[in-house]
């Protein structure tokens, strides 16, 4: 595409609860 | 739900559903603002006028990229995930991490100190046990359900001040992994004043991250952050953080500030702290009683706004450079993250995160401690007031009228129920200054992407 550039290509996730206490940086656990 | 802005160059779209972000020329970024109210034609036409130097076969051509991106579920998506919410507060009770209050006292006076010098609302200066402590790690592991990690935060208070205890805390949670199916990460919070070689060896060892409570620039820090006499405490402690972050190979720490209306100019604090060595730093706004003559006021803003594109801007001129850093509340992760359910629901305060005073009390957060109308129980007897646990449970950003529309809501997830509720008497509100300044880090924290992108293409 010549008039975008998208920075990510995954989707959220649409839990397991194992991921650590607060989101923006979070990591997947 | 699109969210677009420009900063520092870059014209920047956020499909705020889908989560897609994506970095567009001039042409697009207009578009896009007018593709669901227009006809193609009518598009087209309106964007010949706004750009009469582009030619009519160009804005096809942006035309058709927009209507792929949509084609492709990354620009207009609908909400998917409002209809569920229902189920997703129906949710068990599990309890995953604990703040232990383990002392309520400190060393310092520090003006601003939500927790009163450690006594939080008028309780007594006391020290947690380790019987206390030991409790709290089984009423944990008892109340955690199938989930495997658990966090330990020590907390204060300064929790310096009962060491021995915090030890016998870690390394009774080291045996309960081995009898239970269990992993303990443990974190530590100190305002540095009794830090010393065997505090940081055992530290290292044991505590995943460490705090390190420190405001920036010498006149800034010494002016909130005084011991008792009104003695500054930045020679004492500035030397032992260097030495403890370097012990960490700069890494799982962070020197943590505050800032208030005494600096507004808070990004040389931050660059003060990234310029002595630090990676890992953050910087936050006081959130306190708004007629202190410190608190931030609605009047700051557009100068708190520009503080933080100064230092997005510096960040990105400092990207993969000796001198580059981390901060805390520029950092994003576009390419993982958490997943939508963690997102919505934020900290689990009330729910999945539980404080513990020192003499065994529970609350929603540390934030809520010696707040007489938060008492949820104890760890002796759990969780008593089932009625606030559910109040905390359906806390989410589908029950705050602010957030249901905001673009920022997966990123931020609500906010904090503590500041909505000093602000407004409710924990299913928002504190509209601190989300003010949330938004603007988040458009940052994605101009930094995008400029960090465009940087490793030029490699």
């Known amino acids: ?29 | 739900m699109i969210h677009q802005y420009k900063n520092n160059g870059y014209n920047i779209v956020m499909d705020v559903n889908s989560g897609a972000i994506h970095v567009v020329d001039d042409l697009m970024y207009d578009m896009i603002e007018k593709f669901q109210e227009l006809s193609k034609e009518e598009l087209i036409q309106a964007m010949q006028e706004k750009h009469p130097e582009i030619a009519v076969d160009v804005m096809e051509e942006a035309y058709s990229e927009i209507q792929d991106l949509k084609d492709q579920q990354a620009l207009f998506v609908e909400d998917a995930y409002e209809p569920y919410i229902d189920e997703f507060t129906d949710r068990p009770n599990v309890v995953k991490a604990l703040c232990l209050h383990i002392a309520h006292d400190c060393n310092l006076a520090c003006e601003y100190c939500f927790a009163d010098e450690g006594t939080y609302n008028g309780m007594p200066k006391e020290l947690m046990s380790l019987e206390v402590g030991k409790k709290a790690l089984d009423f944990l592991v008892e109340n955690s359900g199938n989930r495997r990690n658990l966090e330990v935060d020590f907390f204060g208070g300064e929790p310096l001040l009962n060491w021995e205890v915090v030890k016998g805390i870690v390394n009774y949670g080291r045996e309960l992994e081995k009898t239970h199916d269990k992993k303990f990460r443990f974190t530590l919070t100190t305002n540095g004043v009794r830090l010393n070689d065997e505090i940081m060896e055992f530290a290292n060892k044991e505590m995943g991250n460490v705090v390190l409570s420190i405001d920036g620039r010498p006149e800034v820090h010494n002016r909130m952050r005084p011991f008792p006499s009104g003695a500054a405490s930045y020679d004492i402690v500035m030397p032992k953080f260097q030495k403890f972050a370097e012990s960490r190979n700069q890494t799982n720490y962070y020197v943590r500030g505050t800032f208030t209306r005494n600096n507004k100019d808070f990004a040389k604090d931050v660059l003060h702290l990234a310029d002595l060595g630090f990676k890992e730093i953050s910087v936050e706004p006081v959130v306190t009683d708004p007629k202190e003559p410190y608190a931030l006021q609605e009047e700051d803003l557009p100068e708190l706004f520009a503080e933080y594109d100064e230092l997005a801007a510096e960040m990105v001129k400092r990207y993969k450079k000796d001198n580059e850093f981390n901060f805390f509340h520029f950092m994003i992760d576009l390419a993982g993250g958490p997943c939508v359910y963690k997102r919505l629901s934020g900290c689990g305060s009330g729910t999945e995160y539980l404080a513990v005073t020192p003499t065994g009390d529970l609350y929603p957060c540390h934030q809520f401690v010696g707040k007489k109308d938060f008492l949820m129980g104890n760890i002796f007897e759990g969780v008593k007031n089932n009625e606030l646990r559910d109040q905390f449970k359906k806390c989410n950003v589908y029950s705050k009228d602010k957030c249901r529309n905001c673009f920022a809501k997966f990123y931020c997830s609500g906010g904090c129920a503590a500041n909505s509720y000093n602000a407004h008497g409710n924990i299913n509100d928002a504190y509209d200054l601190g989300c003010e300044l949330q938004k603007k880090r988040i458009e940052c924290a994605i101009m930094i992407k995008a400029a960090e992108a465009e940087l490793d293409a030029e490699e």
């Open chain 1, 1 to 29: 595409m010549k008039h975008v550039k998208t920075l990510n290509t995954k989707k959220l996730c649409n839990g397991c609860g194992e991921c650590q206490t607060s989101v923006g940086n979070q990591t997947c656990e």
